[in-house]
């Protein structure tokens, strides 16, 4: 980036100043710290200069925005076109209860929706499920038959609204279900907007929300992405979650890592389904964390459209540009969010979030300062929301693009990011990819051993956490929180008994049976369980059917 | 030797439900164990019953039961209830997660030993069990 003269000069001018002014000033006033680490436990420097980014050739490495290897945006003017989508994730109780929350939030200046379903739902249950006790409509909202659906949706065009869908292992039962209100609404597939989360490699390694073993789950996904890019040309197939990574307690060089590689196992499962990659890949979206160390995280974004560029044109080398572009969206850390003075949370996220629009993220969730403690209520979700509406009104940071691009540290940390995802994407590739690695443990151990690391150093106080460790406050004024009676159960499984009641029996029976010889078979599995869907089969009697078919996943436990 | 092992503290981790965080629950049996406890960890989504026959079979001094999907209000009381009937009054039942106070409170009053909630270190968890388990 800088000429070799200059380089010298500089790296003549550091010694001296080294040797001067540095040592001097650690004579009279010692650091804080013996060393000084990332979030990551990667060591910082006191100072970087432009010697640590000697290497760098501007145009190849961070380039223009819009532009090959995206370092700098995807977009030529990023938030100066178009401000992130605001996203509040919500959902819990019945779907009335959800229907509720999701027009308060449209009312509010939302720009889309994001659902969060229950346990019960996450895992492919049917709320009577004797599993499912104590768990229905707690942490999400529960969803057993296409009349919750119905009833969620409520009042909420499709054709006008993005929905992100928070669901996995039973995910095409849900895109399923989504399909089949649109449908009642009379909006085609074709004008769905929205995002599947679909992920289901990042459920052995770290979200934990499965039903098949990884084989066959990888077979129901393909199906998804292959119809998806068929009939659904606005809907992104997949959201690639480094998010739940983090929350396990991964490190940001490991959620960056672990992400892209499932993500490039997506796109190998697409190829060899017959799709090309132009047809599906500018459709595959990824969900990142947003966690406090500010820079590091900035850097984790430009490091992860770097890498998504690189690899897809070295591999792939698609002829549409779109394909290279990695879009995603963020979520502030829950992980971080304490119990302690709760209300300390509305600083963090606004930090975290920070971090995200100056990494360039194209959709954004605050967490609730009260989420440690229960589900946000209004009011909290409110300030969350309005935390985005700051930054993006107030702030003035989206007036420029990547404005931090160039800063010696920023270069620096976001090409050390790209060699540490390299470095495990070598190790992974040794161990013959994605799935053996998971069945080798690999990915859950390295996270579980950061965790640990993570816990020690709190303990130690190498990292202070106001308020937890430091800061601590006897007194804590109690805040108010939004709870789920047993009442949500109660109802649910009313309606739900209700709906076995009143479906035609014959066509639910013969609608499962065509799904079973479907899953046995090799044809695509969207139609059959659309159809399913239709004659109100409910979430646990399709997923008992890929149970029986595929087997059923077991925690192996190890810790 | 086989006095030595007998001392020493036995605690079954379980992950009752559906609930699928599991750092602080392997968090904490990787503490226990590094401060030279036995630990059994059930893995995931373990049915109170599942729970109970495995700390019956592996005889242990505590069960420590970690929620944080809501449900502890149903899943506490009814471990509670198995353990009763198994006859497992001497094991202590302690758990951790998320669970507001007013429940914490219950909870106790019907005989959990101990919740922790987030931001507990793992030495609280640790000197817990040494004081009150008395080997």
């Known amino acids: 980036m800088i000429d070799v003269q200059s380089l010298k000069k500089i790296q003549e001018r550091k010694v001296q100043w080294e040797q001067t002014t540095l040592k001097k000033t650690l004579e009279v006033m010692p650091e804080r710290q013996a060393k000084f680490v990332s979030l990551s436990n990667r060591p910082v420097k006191v100072l970087y200069t432009p010697l640590d980014i000697a290497g760098m050739d501007y145009n190849e490495d961070i380039g223009f925005p819009g532009e090959y290897p995206f370092t700098r945006g995807i977009h030529a003017t990023m938030h100066r076109g178009r401000l992130w989508t605001m996203r509040q994730f919500a959902g819990f109780g019945t779907a009335e209860d959800t229907n509720r929350r999701f027009h308060y939030l449209l009312s509010q200046g939302q720009m889309g929706l994001s659902v969060a379903f229950d346990l019960p ?28 659906m119905e009833i969620l949706f409520k009042g909420i065009p499709l054709d006008q609204i993005s929905t992100s869908m928070t669901i996995n292992g039973p995910a095409i039962v849900l895109l399923a279900m989504y399909l089949a209100v649109a449908e009642k609404q009379g909006v085609p597939p074709a004008q769905l907007r929205g995002t599947l989360q679909a992920d289901i490699l990042k459920e052995y390694i770290a979200q934990r929300e499965w039903i098949c073993p990884p084989e066959p789950a990888m077979r129901i996904l393909t199906d998804i992405i292959v119809y998806c890019t068929r009939h659904m040309p606005r809907w992104n197939s997949i959201s690639i979650s480094g ?19 499932d993500g490039l196992t997506y796109v190998d499962y697409g190829i060899r389904a017959g799709l090309e990659v132009d047809e599906f890949a500018p459709r595959l979206s990824f969900f990142f964390n947003a966690h406090n160390d500010f820079f590091e995280e900035i850097a984790k974004y430009r490091a992860a459209r770097r890498i998504w560029a690189r690899e897809l044109k070295r591999r792939y080398n698609p002829k549409n540009p779109r394909s290279l572009m990695l879009r995603f969206h963020t979520q502030t850390a ?16 606004t930090i975290q979030a920070l971090a995200a629009v100056l990494g360039g993220t194209q959709s954004l969730h605050t967490n609730s300062y009260d989420e440690t403690l229960a589900l946000p209520t209004e009011e909290a979700v409110t300030i969350a929301l309005r935390t985005q509406q700051i930054i993006a009104y107030e702030s003035e940071v989206t007036n420029t693009v990547d404005p931090l691009g160039g800063s010696y540290y920023l270069e620096r940390l976001t090409n050390e990011m790209e060699e540490a995802a390299y470095d495990y994407f070598k190790k992974l590739d040794a161990l013959g990819g994605m799935i053996p690695a998971i069945h080798q443990g690999f990915p859950q151990k390295e996270i579980q051993e950061a965790a640990y690391t993570y816990q020690k150093q709190i303990e130690n106080k190498e990292k202070i956490i106001v308020g937890v460790n430091e800061f601590v406050a006897k007194e804590e004024t109690p805040i108010k929180i939004l709870k789920i009676g047993p009442e949500v159960e ?20 013969a609608a499962l049976e065509q799904l079973r010889a479907a899953a046995k078979g090799k044809e695509n599995l969207v139609p059959p369980v659309l159809e399913a869907v239709k004659a109100y089969a409910t979430v646990g009697e399709i997923c008992d059917v890929f149970r029986e078919v595929f087997g059923i996943y077991q925690d192996p436990g190890f810790f | 030797m086989a006095e030595e092992k007998q001392k020493k503290i036995r605690v079954l981790i379980a992950k009752p439900g559906l609930d699928g965080h599991d750092r602080g629950a392997k968090i904490i049996a990787r503490a226990l164990r590094d401060a030279g406890m036995e630990v059994i960890y059930t893995g995931l989504h373990q049915t109170p019953e599942q729970v109970v ?5 592996e005889d242990v001094d505590a069960i420590g039961l970690s929620i ?28 951790g997660g998320i669970i507001p106070d007013e429940d914490i409170a219950k909870l106790k009053a019907m005989g959990v030993k101990e919740i922790f909630t987030p931001g507990t270190s793992t030495e609280e968890v640790i000197k817990f069990l040494r004081e009150n388990i008395k080997k």
Not at chain 1, 334 to 349: D, E, K, M, V, Y
Request: proline letters at 3%; one cysteine or more.
């Open chain 1, 490 to 509: 109660k109802k649910q499984l009313e309606r739900l008994e209700n709906v076995k009641k009143r479906r035609d029996p014959i066509k639910h029976k």
């Open chain 1, 121 to 148: 739902t996450l895992m492919g249950y049917d709320s009577d499920h004797p599993i499912s006790r104590g768990e229905v409509g707690r942490e999400g909202v529960a969803i057993d038959s296409l009349e919750d």
């Open chain 1, 243 to 261: 998010y739940h990574i983090r929350e396990a307690g991964s490190t940001a060089v490991q959620e960056l890592a672990f992400t892209l590689y």
């Open chain 2, 53 to 57: 026959a495995t700390a019956l079979q």
């Open chain 1, 334 to 349: 829950g992980c971080s969010a304490t119990a302690q003075q709760p209300l300390n949370n509305i600083i963090r996220t």
């Open chain 2, 68 to 95: 944080l999907s809501g449900a502890h209000n149903y899943l506490f009381p009814r471990v509670l209830e198995l353990m009763k009937e198994k006859g497992l009054e001497d094991v202590m039942l302690f758990g």
